[in-house]
């Protein structure tokens, strides 16, 4: 075997293999219910098969144009004018990307020059700091304070600085499932105004929002929809989270820095699923009936939950439910997942995980986008805890 004969030196000295990745492998190896990395057990509609298959045999297999497909990139102006009111130019304002991973890493990378300030919100995706990391920018946290994980607009003001380049925000927000409501977004827009502040808006659960709430796309609000990079994908919407698919929606001068980068990262996202998303996305209820569906899983986990231990946060939107866990057990939420996960044999995420200094509320995520039959069994052995 080779060894690298000198010292590494890391470009990012604190990062280790991500809490998702270690808890599942953990959750496999003891043969857990895995409610911990997010992501369905169940299939997508064959139909949307069929429409990939199709493509394949009809020889779409080479590179799409850089941007992405026409078709669905024109799919996607035309579902972002209906839903939010914002009409984008779908040559220059829509690109294709290879999951919300990389069109956040990516706007990041173009926008972000060493120095500068981005400010984002703890619990936080654990993508966003390496990002901004490795392009040089200094983090700013702004914490997100339980059981209501709200933002404190004061606090982001005081905070805000002539270095401040970019503020990234994710609502539906994981790992906490909060949604933000129009005066969130008025407070943003109010704080961000005559600077040259770029949002960064990860969107990725943006169907599944529940009791009647409305997400606030940055594409509603025209004045954040100038400012503003608007990541989403198709992982969440569609169940088909390994297939790495999203994009990326944003003003014309801002988007052409975005593809500068793009095109040397990945160029382009593979041809045939671009195509079959664009057809299966032509029918609305595909996207718009998301949001009960989920509810319902919502309603059924909680409702096993209820007469437990856990003290159930409140979840207004994604497919997470935040459970604390002090009255079962004292210890930190590492080595409280570890046990569930192998003695209990029920996987879930540590919610430090989302934290730089690993604050540790004795909180932990379950995903419920799982059948109704794996979320019962994990209920089962939940309650008895
Ligand atoms: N942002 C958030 C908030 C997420 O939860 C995820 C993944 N679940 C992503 C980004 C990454 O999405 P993708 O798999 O499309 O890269
Ligand atoms: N976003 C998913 C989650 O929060 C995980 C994606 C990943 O493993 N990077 O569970």
């Known amino acids: ?153 004061a606090q982001v003001a005081a905070h805000i600085s002539p270095r401040t380049r970019m503020i990234m925000i994710n609502t539906p927000h994981n790992p906490t499932g909060t949604v933000w409501d129009a005066e969130d977004m008025a407070q943003l827009a109010a704080l961000v105004r005559d600077t040259h502040i770029v949002i960064v808006s990860d969107e990725v659960y943006e169907h599944i929002v529940f009791d009647g709430r409305q997400h606030e796309s940055c594409a509603r609000h025209p004045e954040l929809a100038a400012r503003s990079v608007i990541v989403s994908g198709f992982g969440k919407t569609y169940h088909i989270t390994g297939w790495k698919i999203g994009h990326v929606l944003a003003p014309a001068e801002l988007m052409a820095e975005f593809r500068k980068v793009h095109q040397f990262n990945v160029f382009t996202v593979n041809t045939p699923m671009q195509y079959a998303l664009a057809d299966y996305m032509a029918e609305p209820q595909r996207y718009l009936g998301l949001a009960a569906f989920y509810q319902a899983k919502r309603d059924r986990f909680r409702a096993a939950l209820s007469g437990s231990r856990f003290e159930l946060l409140p979840c207004e939107g994604t497919y997470f439910q935040l459970a604390r866990y002090s009255a079962i057990d004292e210890r930190g939420d590492l080595v409280f997942v570890e046990w569930l996960t192998r003695e209990i044999g029920v996987a879930a995420i540590p919610v430090s995980a989302f934290f730089a200094d690993g604050h540790d509320a004795r909180v932990i995520r379950f995903c419920f986008a799982k059948h109704d039959d794996t979320l019962d069994a994990a209920c089962e052995r939940l309650v008895k805890l």
Do not use: C
């Open 1 to 153: 075997m080779p060894h690298f004969p000198a010292s590494v030196t890391s470009r990012l000295p604190d990062v280790g293999t991500t809490i998702f990745t270690i808890v599942s492998r953990m959750a496999d190896e003891a043969g857990a219910i895995n409610l911990s990395q997010g992501f369905p057990d169940f299939n997508a509609e064959p139909v949307l098969f069929d429409r990939v298959a199709h493509y394949m045999h009809a020889g779409y297999n080479q590179y799409p144009p850089m941007a992405g497909v026409p078709a669905l990139r024109e799919a996607i102006v035309a579902k972002t004018a209906a839903l939010y009111g914002t009409q984008y130019d779908a040559e220059s304002e829509v690109t294709i990307v290879a999951g919300a991973t990389q069109g956040l890493f990516t706007a990041v990378a173009a926008l972000v020059h060493p120095g500068d300030e981005v400010i984002i919100f703890e619990p936080a995706y654990d993508s966003y700091a390496p990002a901004i990391e490795l392009a040089g920018g200094v983090v700013v946290r702004m914490p997100l304070h339980e059981p209501e994980y709200r933002p404190d607009w």
